[in-house]
T-cell receptor
Framework: EADIYQTPRYLVIGTGKKITLECSQT?????MYWYQQDPGMELHLIHY???????EKGDLSSESTVSRIRTEHFPLTLESARPSHTSQYLC?????????FGPGTRLTVT | DQQVKQNSPSLSVQEGRISILNCDYT??????FLWYKKYPAEGPTFLIS?????DKNEDGRFTVFLNKSAKHLSLHIVPSQPGDSAVYFC??????????????FGQGTILTVHP
């Protein structure tokens, strides 16, 4: 059983607010990822990291930013939330190819 | 440009029968393939994977087949159980280079197994 945690699980927030979605893993994996998924759609990679102080943008353009100061922690920040940011955000980590996912954060921006 | 495609949005199967989920890809550089299962309001769970050097990998009730010439893979679940009802995603990765470890996902297939 993989140990990767995301908080909060659900968040409803007003337009213009700054939010941080937390993701932590206890497996010591170097690689971590953030995906965005809308209902009935594929997972889109928005950020990834191959280690501490290493972050890259993914295939889907996103207004969010990430940081990787510690191996186990990979938070995602939205400086000013908008209704278009409403989605499910999934965090994952991996050692090789198999990625292990957290439970996700369902974000609703009103 | 969708590089991994699951053309069947949904599949309905009777309990005890075989479920076959299909996936096609277009990028010939993909050489590692994975299947994930996802329940509502949860993250995807890794099921089974296959490397391009193989054409079959089996794990209990789950078998993945890879046809490289057709750029096609399939997941077989035998026998199907009601608890298998979920969304199934196939994913693909390129070994090495800057894309190492990054996964490209299909749109998912909703499997419903009826008792």
């Amino acid at each position: 059983e993989a140990d990767i945690y995301q908080t909060p699980r659900y968040l409803v927030i007003g337009t213009g607010k700054k939010i941080t979605l937390e993701c932590s893993q206890t497996m010591g994996h170097d690689k971590m990822y953030w995906y965005q998924q809308d209902p009935g759609m594929e997972l889109h990679l928005i950020h990834y990291s191959y280690g501490v102080n290493s972050t890259e943008k993914g295939d889907l353009s996103s207004e969010s930013t990430v940081s990787r100061i510690r191996t186990e922690h990979f938070p995602l920040t939205l400086e000013s939330a908008r209704p278009s940011h409403t989605s499910q955000y999934l965090c994952a980590s991996s050692e090789l190819y198999e990625q292990y996912f957290g439970p996700g954060t369902r974000l609703t921006v009103t | 440009d969708q590089q991994v495609k699951q053309n069947s949005p949904s599949l309905s199967v009777q309990e005890g029968r075989i479920s076959i989920l299909n996936c096609d890809y277009t990028n010939s550089m993909f050489d590692y393939f994975l299947w994930y299962k996802k329940y509502p309001a949860e993250g995807p769970t890794f099921l089974i994977s296959i490397s391009s050097i193989k054409d079959k990998n089996e794990d209990g009730r789950f078998t993945v087949f890879l046809n490289k010439s057709a750029k096609h893979l399939s997941l077989h679940i035998v026998p199907s159980q009601p608890g298998d009802s979920a969304v199934y995603f196939c994913a693909a990765s390129v070994a090495g280079g800057t894309s190492y470890g990054k996964l490209t996902f299909g749109q998912g297939t909703i499997l419903t197994v009826h008792p």
